[in-house]
């Protein structure tokens, strides 16, 4: 190897390093951090403590089961969407970029008192259904999962292989579930775990519409304690990224299962 | 009776006319190209047959069933796309099997015609492969048996070897073709590269404008291009001016010399054409003494592989000599005189016409096109 290409090399890797000093020392420090729980030695007694308070259950199963329908409902309404943009309407892709900014433009505290502000009264009394809270993650998430989808659109070039599906004599079914929902799958994967990632720990929307989730339930345990929310933050990052994995598992096992047929002699 | 016709067929995105009154007889079995530069219509025309756009007027008929309102998939025609459109999420077979599939051939059916194809396209080791895994003279063979699996009534190629090296492209074509005469389908192939259309076809569409310019055999457009056009796209062309001195004789004035033409000409006396000549038809020594003569003097000597061309100065203008390299011949050195003889059969005469619109001198002709034109020329 020349002398540049090792320098080259080398600073490649301490830029690597730089990074991962940057994304895990505050995560090495939180995790040492919470070990102290008691006076003198190291121990796991803050997990105990928070494993121990039934609201740790409680809120992160809320979480859990908002995530999966705001998963659902969003998979439902930006999957065809997209695809149909891609298909039918390319003219909208720049609309539909714009649109899906405006969350970040909006603050979901402002999000949150429009929906209380429309859904409080007839006919629309919605405020005190969980369907609220769902309908105000979907638009939260609605950047994360509409870019990571389109990308993904993009990246397949949608159009080309359904003209392909086309000339083969498959109706538009057999396009959807067939070449378009298959060759989706990573950045619909992708679209799922931001998705996730995001209701797992937001706080505004279900502080404003008063529920028991777990992103309030981990501010009120850190206004109160010490070693607890720390040994929280390790237990949510922990379970956020399991969640992940588990999903990630769950999919590949169920694709390897479809792909895995009978060969051609 | 014709296959595929289509009659007075237009197509406008917007304001722009890309395909004009366009009207076409393909016979089963027939295998004719649509060769044109960028933006001729060509692929245009091609969706249009295949339905994936719809004519702004004008009918399509296949079969002599009229094809407007019947959906792409309803057609039966195969499609062949530039970029492969391989389903990525499926592996050889699985691609092959698709069409299959969605016609309704399931179970050892699919499967033996899945391996019918492979053995066709000479793949047969390839069925588990991702299209990820596959190089792309390979992907193009297995979205040719892809397309070939289901029995279409034609098949449609838009570019298919575009993206792909030469020489896969030439393997890969010549495989198009015997497939093409073992199964006596019917195939319309879309293509920049005259030597692709000239080679395999049975007859080229020359396109320009959303026109066909002409359509006949390969040797019929080479020999006897219709108009300036395809004379100056299909190979390399030298024009030179001249004046019409005894029409009835067929005697052409260039530079001071007269020049004898194949036929009598309908010009009168003094009107001005334009001489055309292939680079091959003219030789530096007179194999007849038919044969016309020019003087001119050596500019440079190229070095085309098989082929030596030298571009020599004459009547004010640069003329291309085109021979086959042979390592024994002493060529002459640039600045030195030559005798450019043609017989009078090698003349394409037609009226001239000012070099706005068409190329008129093989500098000309060799920027039109972008490259040396005999080797291959790309609109």
Sequence with gaps: MRRADRIRESFSWLWFGFGMLYFFLPLVATFLFSLKGRKGILSFAAYGNVLADPQFLKTFLFSLEMAAFTIIVGLVLIVPTAIWIHLKLPKAKGLMEALSLMPFVIPPIVLAFGLIKTYSKPPFALVSSPALLVAGYVVVSFPYMYRTIDAGLRAIDLPL???????????????????????????????????????????TLAVILAWPAFGPYMALVGRDLAYEPAALSIMSFALTWGSIGLMQFISNRSHARRVRRPRVP | MAFIELHDVRKSFGKTEVVKDLSLEVKKGEFLSFLGGSGCGKTTTLRMIAGFETPTSGSIFIDGEDMENVSPRRRKLGMVFQNYALFPNMDVSGNIEFGLRAKGVKGKAAKVRVAEMLELIGMEGYAQRYPRELSGGQQQRVALARAIAVEPEALL???????????????????????????????????????????????????????????????????????????TFIGSLCSLRCEVADAAAGLLLVDGRILRAAAPLDAAPGEIYSLSLRPESITLSPSSAEDNILVGEVEAVKFLGSIVRLVVRSCGQAVFVDSFNDPRRSLPEPGEGVKLCFPPEACHLRPYRPAASVPATPEEISTSLGVWPILDVRG
């Design chain 2, 157 to 231: 190629l838009d570019e298919p070897l575009s993206a792909l090296d030469a020489k896969i492209r030439q393997r890969l074509r010549d495989d198009i073709r015997s497939i093409q005469k073992k199964l006596g389908m019917t195939m319309i192939y879309v293509t920049h590269d005259q030597e692709e259309a000239l080679s395999i076809s049975d007859r080229v569409a020359v396109m320009q404008g959303g026109r066909i310019e002409q359509l006949g055999a390969p040797s019929e457009i080479y020999d006897n291009p219709a108009t300036a056009f395809v004379a």
């Design chain 1, 161 to 203: 292989l359904t003209e392909a599906a086309q000339s083969l004599g498959a109706r538009w079914t057999t396009v959807l579930f067939r070449v378009a929902l298959p060759g989706m799958r990573p950045s619909i994967l992708s679209a799922v775990f931001l998705c996730f990632a995001t209701v797992i720990g937001e706080l």
